[in-house]
């Protein structure tokens, strides 16, 4: 008990001082979004059916999935107590009591609050089961979380365990982010599927509606959870680091072919990248895939540019996440390694982009001049902006050798890396805007405006970047070191101090712009172009005749005003900051 009071005022201590920081505003504004999802399963808990499990299942998958982007909670380290000589199970229930504080839990927390409602529709003694059935759900939900986590860093520790989690995970993600063809598979009479019941996140609302042996099955999964978490811990903190020997020398002939075959040996070799490169493309593949549920192969062309997006976003911070490393190339005389992470990022991503592409786009015999277009705009487009972002937006990472057990834990700043993930997504669809637009008006001309802007976005982002490396390369290196900014001492993207009423209208901006802009426009586009009509949620192809082009474009302007107006506001708000900061 003693530990776990102790880890407690600890996470209680360090929270308190990152509302105070440059972390705060992302807490803030987790908090409201959060708040607002959990407010919205409450009032699930108001309707008939199985809805409230359905959602508690999304938010168990949330909780899962989550360490793929952010690598869990990592505000207190277990390498920090591995001096202490703890036994296992008493760091791990420490730890788990700590795990209980923080924005997160909190909104779970208020969003179980549905499990009241759901027990007092029973009566008195559901709504008694229904506090102990809380806390126990969310044990479970913060459990699960945990020994994910662990088992992702289990697996990274082998090139099969990196491959093989990417791929669950972006089996998962994908199926969420279309999580509208299951709702049309198997809700076609508002009737959620049965099994959603059963699940682990739908046992509390079993308790409440009298089946108190699940109350007692959460009780033994958390113990399971509990001991398998401990294992996990013994092997993390005691995990020696792995071997270089039998690796061959490199003997490239100049330096720009130096930085080239050192990232293409990363990208071969780093398990973390390994596990992001088949995330994206499991991500790709699963996300165009889903609709064949429901009929519907329409999106199967997509499957290479949304891999090669989604690439893109996943190493948009590279210089952050690699470290002081880049001190061996700025010392360098002559080497380009801007010009060479460019092409290394090409060459590990482009040939599996095109070969999905246009195998996908085989299957379903076109449309060839949207996809032919945009695709060497994407790739371009991703060259450019991968390297561009990270110098202009760096965000100070856990140096490689410093990264302890859990290697998905590259920066400790995961909002601000978030938010580089959708600005990056955003940037590149841009980067193919023009492209889709000449294919969509003029046919074949297309392909050759997505080759040419390709080029340019490749050629000029990457003569930014390195610009910016040549006079800013020993600030960059201090920032990656220290993890200090000079001026400001927050990074480029990271959520300037505003109001909350406009930290919650940038959140939903920015998180739900791609709604109108990508289904509800550009895939609705590309189906009224093949005269694909009255698809599942995709409006314009259910409008008439003369108002399915004008609801698409309503929808792409529609989703572009939400970005612009988030963004507008962040930019506002960031400059009222930095005058501020230059007055005082």
Request: aromatic residues 8%; proline residues 6%; positive net charge.
């Amino acid at each position: 008990m003693a530990v776990a009071m102790t880890l407690v005022q600890m996470k209680v201590a360090i929270l308190r001082h990152a509302i105070k920081g440059p972390q705060g505003a992302t807490m803030s504004s987790a908090g409201v979004l959060g708040a607002l999802l959990a407010a919205g399963t409450i009032y699930l808990a108001f309707l008939g059916g199985d809805w409230l499990a359905a959602a508690y299942a999304v938010w168990m998958l949330g909780w899962i999935i989550g360490p793929v982007f952010s690598g869990g909670d990592e505000t207190l380290r277990p390498e920090f107590f591995a001096p202490l000589g703890l036994r296992q199970h008493r760091l791990a229930a420490g730890l788990l009591a700590s795990a209980f504080v923080g924005v997160a839990p909190v909104v779970s927390l208020v969003a179980l609050g549905g499990l009241v409602v759901a027990g007092a529709r029973e009566g008195v003694v559901g709504a008694l089961v229904a506090l102990p059935a809380m806390v126990l759900q969310l044990a479970v939900f913060v459990l699960l979380s945990k020994v994910t986590v662990g088992l992702l860093g289990v697996a990274l520790g082998s090139r099969v365990g990196a491959i093989g989690a990417g791929v669950i995970n972006g089996v998962i993600l994908a199926f969420l982010g279309q999580s509208w063809v299951f709702a049309v598979a198997f809700g076609q009479g508002g009737q959620i599927p049965e099994f959603v019941r059963y699940l682990p996140s739908g046992w509390g609302l079993l308790a409440v509606q009298g089946d108190y042996v699940a109350l007692a099955a959460m009780a033994v999964l958390v113990g399971l959870l509990l001991a398998a978490w401990a294992a996990l811990l013994a092997r993390r903190t005691g995990r020696d680091r792995p071997s270089t020997r039998g690796r061959r020398p490199m003997r490239p002939a100049t330096a720009r072919q130096a930085v080239v075959a050192k990232e293409l040996r990363t990208w071969t070799r780093d398990l973390v990248r390994n596990h992001l490169l088949t995330f994206a493309l499991a991500y790709g593949v699963f996300f165009a895939a889903t609709p064949l549920v429901v009929g519907i192969p329409d999106m199967l062309p997509l499957a290479g540019p949304v891999f090669i997006a989604m690439a893109a976003a996943m190493t948009a911070n590279s210089y952050g996440t690699d470290g002081t490393a880049h001190w061996l190339t700025l010392m360098t005389p002559g080497a380009s390694d801007a010009r060479g992470r460019q092409l290394a990022w090409l060459v590990s991503v482009g040939p599996v982009g095109v070969v999905v592409t246009v195998a996908f786009t085989m299957i379903t015999g076109g449309p060839w001049p949207v996809i032919l277009a945009v695709t060497p705009a994407l790739l371009g487009g991703g060259a450019g902006l991968v390297l561009l972002m990270s110098v202009y937006g760096l965000v100070p990472g856990i140096d490689p050798r410093n990264r302890g057990g859990n290697p998905l834990r590259t920066s400790e700043d995961d909002g601000t890396q978030t938010g580089m993930a959708y600005l990056m997504l955003l940037l590149v669809a841009c980067a193919a805007a023009p492209a889709m637009t000449a294919a969509v008006l003029f046919g074949w001309w297309g392909v050759p405006v997505g080759v040419v802007t390709g080029v340019l976005w490749y050629w000029w982002f990457g003569l930014l970047a390195e610009r910016r490396l040549t006079t800013k390369g020993p600030e960059l290196l201090q920032l990656m070191r220290t993890g200090r900014r000079p001026g400001s001492g927050t990074s480029a993207f990271a959520m300037p101090k505003m109001s909350k009423p406009r930290e919650a209208v940038v959140m939903v901006c920015v998180t739900l712009g791609a709604i109108p802009l990508i289904p509800q426009g550009v895939v609705a586009m590309v189906m009224t172009a093949e005269g694909q009509l009255r698809h599942s949620w995709f409006l314009a192809t259910y409008m008439p005749p003369g108002l399915r082009w004008p609801t698409a474009v309503v929808m792409m302007l529609v989703g572009l005003a939400m970005y612009v107006t988030g963004f507008r506001l962040w930019h506002q708000a960031k400059k009222q900051a930095a005058q501020k900061a230059q007055e005082a």
